[in-house]
């Protein structure tokens, strides 16, 4: 496979950067934290990003989509790392949109996947239940009821879960708490009776929310899937989220690398650049070789989701163990190399380091993801 991009992909790549430059630049984010947004993003950039196609540009042409393909959404994710862009795009159509995708009913997929292109749906997907990611951990009971299944249990670390129209909530039917036997997806409204909805703020300003069901009544036909068999649909959903966040980390790697190169060409000390200083410049070459490996393995990945799908699970956990070392390495160096001012608000290095730290701990942080690469490789 060849690591570089097409005509076609590099357009949409400037394209992405000379849009979110100009409406979504970093400033935006402090702005909505400032001012506490109730949203947490903004409904009119969301609309913007809707009409130029962005939130379908990975489903496929027979329900209304571009079918690009995940390259083409990665792309535009990594430009979206680059200015911290804040909208539900991975929540909706990356988790939600794939759910839908994999697992729904021809039905669905024709209502659904139309109004998430259309702006006029927005998802979040309801999984963790503990404080680190553990997928098959469910306790989340829906039990059969005469009219469909009674839901009750609660999730945390919801992603614009207190914004999204529907929510996909991962149930256990059967089985016991940590069997991947037994699991089920189920659409929910978000304001349905017996749903109680707090929002969190994470310390990236980013939104998730504390989603509590008591008595939670859905039909049948809420079921996304087969009863019991969901998990082999979440795992696929999960690694294509994995790979996605790993192409928005690239961006905020890249941004942090060159705003400390510039910076290191510009401060001064003992009357000569800093940049100067041997031991900076072997620091920054360490950076410069793990973002090059980042590269080529998150271009690897996002190309797996549409044409090597067998090697997606192994593709998805070096990809995500690979961003969460190096994006955390690369904030870290970024934060010492300006000194004391790096520690503080009035640069956006803290805003970095901040989203660093929250998407390291989404859909599984290094440790999980070396340790399931292991396995897989029969380790």
């Keep these: 496979m060849a690591l570089v991009l097409n005509e076609e992909q590099r357009i949409l790549k400037d394209s992405a950067k000379e849009f979110l430059q100009s409406n979504a630049p970093i400033e935006a984010l402090r ?10 993003y903004s409904p009119e950039l969301w609309q913007q990003i809707v009409e130029l196609g962005w939130t379908a540009v990975t489903i496929p042409e027979q329900y209304g989509g571009l079918e690009f393909g ?59 239940e503990k404080t680190r990611h553990d997928p098959t951990a469910i306790a989340l009971t829906a039990e059969k009821t005469a009219s469909g299944y009674c839901l009750n249990g609660s999730k945390t670390f919801v992603l614009d879960g207190h914004t999204a129209d529907q929510l996909i909530v991962v149930a256990r039917t059967s089985g016991e708490t940590n069997d991947q036997e037994g699991i089920t997806l ?48 979440l795992e696929q959903v999960m690694d294509r989220g994995r790979i996605a966040l790993a192409a928005e980390m690239l ?92 520690v503080t608000d009035e640069l956006d290095v803290g805003l970095f380091l901040k989203r660093a730290r929250a998407a390291m701990q989404i859909l599984g942080d290094a440790a999980f993801h070396r340790d399931r690469y292991a396995s897989l490789q029969g380790y």
């Design 186 to 233: 189920f659409l929910v409204d978000r304001e349905a009776k017996g749903i109680n909805c707090t929002r969190t703020i994470m310390l990236d300003s980013r939104n998730a929310a504390r989603i509590e069901l008591n008595n939670v009544e859905v039909a049948e036909t809420a079921v996304l899937g087969e009863v019991d068999n969901g998990f082999s649909v």
């Design 251 to 342: 961006g905020g790697c890249l941004e942090m690398f060159h705003r400390t190169l510039d910076y290191l060409k510009e401060r001064e000390q003992f009357g000569v650049k800093i940049g100067s200083f041997q031991a900076l410049k072997h620091r920054c070459s360490i950076m410069f070789t793990e973002i090059e490996l980042c590269k080529s393995v998150v271009l690897e990945a996002l190309t797996a989701v549409d044409e090597k799908p067998e090697e997606l699970p192994k593709l998805a956990s070096l990809a995500k163990a690979r961003l969460c070392d190096t994006f955390q390495l690369v904030t870290n160096e970024a934060t010492q190399m300006h000194g004391g001012i790096g």
């Design 31 to 40: 702005k909505l934290r400032n001012e506490k947004d109730a949203i947490g």
């Design 70 to 128: 995940y390259l083409g959404l990665g792309l535009i994710l990594e430009e979206m790392g680059h200015t911290l862009a804040a909208s539900p795009i991975f929540s909706t159509v990356v988790l939600g949109g794939s759910a839908i995708e994999l697992a729904g009913s021809q039905e669905q997929k024709d209502t659904l996947l139309a109004q998430i292109i259309g702006g006029e749906l927005t998802l979040a997907l309801a999984l963790e």
